[in-house]
């Protein structure tokens, strides 16, 4: 009797005990995948990428994939089991790393934690972000060309040079037209009395420039290295003293390679852009204004490595690319006014204070990449509507040394920028293959590094007039050609240099 209480005991013993162990088991399949690491992962971005890749797991499980299933099947057809496979591994490598019993891990990559977020990373897309800052990067650039035009305007109405032997009592120099026409007022209207027999109305210019820089890994977008080449070009026309009104049309290529030593992944990204932007300029003494209003067209050659190992013998190394064409539509619009102050000791220096407002919408299309192997690691990227609206305090200090051969023009040009829109840009995007099968839920909302609220840009350069203007009697001034060089640098944007080197010409005709 007292045997059977034993033994009834200790079966109670035993059954509570398989309760409990029941119960733990549960608990811990529950996390026994992805998230069981949060807050371990090596980046944010990792983290991110381990939420999207689980979701895509636990609706595709949904739908009717396995963990042991080789094949598609009539609920897991080919392009979900594309996606599976992929989604699948990183879960099993998160279970085996979990050390549970009970849940399938055969297809696990055989790696550590280390290795398990490198390969979330690989699989997260963040190189999209770079098509933002490309842009951006373009349209400053055309922007910078324009204010160079804007300022070889107000400086010498023209920019050019002007043979001094157009005025009485004036010899053995180089005059800029600026000069030119205060001359022309103490002489009783110059040569002929006629402002537009002295200035030809007509002005062409070319700009180059080359651009390199990089940005250094974060939590939020990939380490890259950056060169690119622009070209932008115009005319404009001199209505009276007072107003001009021009076009300026440019083109740009700039290419980025992702440097996997210093964030993991690999990949390119080749933009080649196209602008045209009218505008206008005022003048009236030493006051000027200027408003221009343009439209940019970028487009995008992506390539994206997916590239990992798999340290178990069952289960293959991921190496695809993931390819895309695109393309973003940008609307800009700037308005300056600034003042030109010339001291009266030092008659040879300008000293310009501006300020400027600027506005910038982004949109950039839906696309889909394609891999080139098949895996089911493209992505169909949503639409981005970006919108910046920047103000920007400047001062350019220039002098004019005249020789006997020309005249050069040394400046400095500080701008201050200030950005008034710092909303949050995610990117969303979702495994091409399943699209159609998944919620919004399983989308990789891919964060930014963001808008920067402040930074600056810094210039130095030189202009030279090459050749002094030629006058033909009932055609106006022309002829004058002027050459010039700068060197710009992108100060305080965190993790971002960016340095561009410009030369360009100007000619009136």
Not at 210 to 235: K, L, R
Not at 304 to 328: G, H, K, L
Not at 378 to 391: G, H, M, P, R, Y
Request: charged share 15%; with cysteine.
């Amino acid at each position: 009797m007292k045997l059977r209480v034993n033994i009834k005991n200790h079966c109670i013993y035993i059954n509570v005990i398989s309760v409990v162990l029941v119960f733990f088991t549960a608990i811990n399949n529950t996390h026994a995948n992805l998230l069981a690491f949060q807050g371990q992962y090596g980046s944010e971005l990792e983290e991110q990428a381990a939420i999207s890749n689980q979701r895509v797991y636990d609706e595709l499980r949904a739908l009717g994939c396995t963990d042991g299933q080789t094949a598609a099947t009539a609920s897991c057809g080919a392009s979900a089991f594309r996606v599976w496979g992929g989604v699948r591994e990183l879960v099993h490598t998160a279970r085996d790393l979990s050390n549970i019993i009970g849940e399938p891990s055969d297809y696990n990559l055989g790696t550590n934690l280390e290795g398990l977020g490198f390969a979330l990373r690989w699989t997260a897309g963040e190189e999209f972000s770079t098509q933002e800052s490309m842009s951006d990067s373009f349209v400053n650039g055309q922007l910078s060309g324009l204010s160079s035009r804007i300022t070889a305007l107000t400086r010498g109405m023209k920019g050019f040079a002007l043979a001094s032997n157009y005025f009485p009592g004036i010899s053995g120099q180089t005059l800029l037209a600026s000069d030119a026409l205060r001359l022309e007022g103490q002489v009783g209207g110059g040569a002929s009395g006629d402002t537009d027999r002295v200035l030809s109305p007509w002005g062409g210019f070319f700009n180059t420039s080359y651009t390199y820089g990089d940005q250094d890994a974060s939590d939020f977008e990939d380490a890259y290295d950056f060169v690119g080449y622009a070209y932008s070009g115009g005319i404009d026309y001199r209505l009276n003293p007072s107003w001009v009104v021009g076009v300026s049309m440019g083109y740009s290529e700039q290419d980025i390679a992702f440097d996997a030593n210093k964030s993991i992944v690999e990949g390119t990204v080749d933009m080649t852009a196209y602008s045209l932007m009218p505008f206008l300029l005022f003048q009236a003494d030493s006051l000027f204004a200027t408003v221009s209003a343009g439209y940019q067209i970028a487009e995008f050659e992506t390539e994206r490595f997916i590239r990992y190992p798999s340290f178990n013998t069952d289960v293959a190394n991921t190496d695809t690319v993931a390819v895309s064409d695109n393309d973003a539509g940008i609307f800009t619009a700037t308005g300056s006014v600034g003042y030109s102050y010339t001291p009266s000791r030092f008659r040879m220096l300008s000293i310009d204070p501006y300020l400027s407002l600027n506005y910038q919408r982004t949109t950039i299309g839906e696309y889909t990449e394609q891999d080139i192997k098949n895996d089911g690691f493209a992505f169909t990227v949503d639409k981005q509507s970006l919108e910046s609206i920047e103000s920007v305090l400047g001062l350019r200090v220039q002098g004019v040394a005249s020789f006997g051969w020309g005249v050069l023009v040394p400046f400095v040009d500080a701008q201050f920028f200030k950005e008034h829109n710092t909303n949050d840009h995610k990117i969303n995007a979702i495994y091409a293959d399943v699209s159609d099968s998944l919620t919004d839920a399983a989308q990789f909302s891919l964060e930014t590094n963001g808008t920067e609220s402040s930074y600056n840009i810094y210039a130095v350069g030189l202009s030279a007039v090459v050749r002094g203007t030629t006058y033909t009697t009932g055609n106006g001034a022309a002829g004058g050609i002027q050459i010039y060089f700068s060197y710009r640098s992108i100060q305080n944007i965190q993790d971002y240099t960016q340095h561009i080197i410009a030369g360009g010409a100007r000619y009136e005709f």
